[in-house]
C-alpha cells in the first residue's frame, strides 16, 4: 500500500515505474485466474477452449507493434535534438 508521505517523495519516473509493476502483478492475477478457469470449463465439456478464448482480457489486445522506418527515426531524433 503506497502511503501519502511516499508518493510526495517519490519523482514522476518511480511512481511510473511503480504503477507498471502493479498493472503487471494485476494482469498475471487474471492470466491465472483465466487458466484455472478454463481447465475447470474443459473438464465438464467436449470442446476444449484456450484460456483466450474462453474470457478475452485485454492483455491479449497487446501484440504486434509498429516500428518505424529509419528515416522517421532519424527526423525524431532531430526533433528531439538527440543527433
Do not use: C
Not at 44 to 54: D, N, V
Amino acid at each position: 500500500m503506497l502511503m501519502p508521505d511516499a508518493l510526495q517523495i517519490m519523482t514522476w519516473r518511480e511512481f511510473g515505474f511503480l504503477s507498471d509493476g502493479y498493472y503487471r502483478a494485476e494482469q498475471l492475477k487474471w492470466l491465472h485466474t483465466r487458466v484455472i478457469a478454463t481447465m475447470i470449463y474443459n473438464q465438464y465439456h467436449k470442446k476444449p477452449l484456450k484460456p483466450a478464448e474462453f474470457m478475452p482480457l485485454p492483455i491479449d489486445e497487446e501484440g504486434e507493434v509498429e516500428l518505424v522506418s529509419l528515416e522517421e527515426f532519424e527526423n525524431m531524433k532531430k526533433a528531439w535534438r538527440l543527433s
